[in-house]
Nanobody
Framework: VQLQASGGGLVQAGGSQRLSCAAS????????MGWFRQAPGKEREFVAF????????YYVDSVKGRFTISRDNAQKMLYLQMNSLKPEDTALYYC????????????????WGQGTLVTVSS
């Protein structure tokens, strides 16, 4: 599966942004999906996970209650709705697909999108 992330941009603190990830290939619905992010000078970190059906989601503590991950298997799309954004959310955001393994571990994900930059100004 090939992934293309989009939707990044400049937003003020407290604002909202929705990221999208378009998938190609016929097997999108068979993959669990995740969002990761990498801030300048930091390692890439887990943000959110959704299982193949959309029935199970997990979030890193720092975004719980502010971010929502969702998917549309018919449209082969993954989303990340980000509300109440903070300057510390500034990062390159990546979507990724996994067939299994620990949902918060980068090496569990086989396919990665190219990243979309979110900048939150204070």
């Amino acid at each position: 599966v090939q992934l293309q992330a989009s939707g990044g941009g400049l937003v003020q603190a407290g604002g909202s942004q929705r990221l999208s990830c378009a998938a190609s290939g016929r097997t999108f619905s068979s993959y669990d999906m995740g969002w990761f992010r990498q801030a300048p000078g930091k390692e890439r970190e887990f943000v959110a996970f959704i299982n193949w059906s959309g029935g199970i989601t997990y979030y890193v503590d720092s975004v719980k209650g502010r971010f929502t991950i969702s998917r549309d298997n018919a449209q082969k799309m993954l989303y990340l709705q980000m509300n109440s954004l903070k300057p510390e959310d500034t990062a390159l955001y990546y979507c990724a697909a996994t067939s299994g393994g620990s949902y918060y571990v980068l090496s569990s994900y086989r396919y990665w999108g190219q990243g979309t930059l979110v900048t939150v100004s204070s």
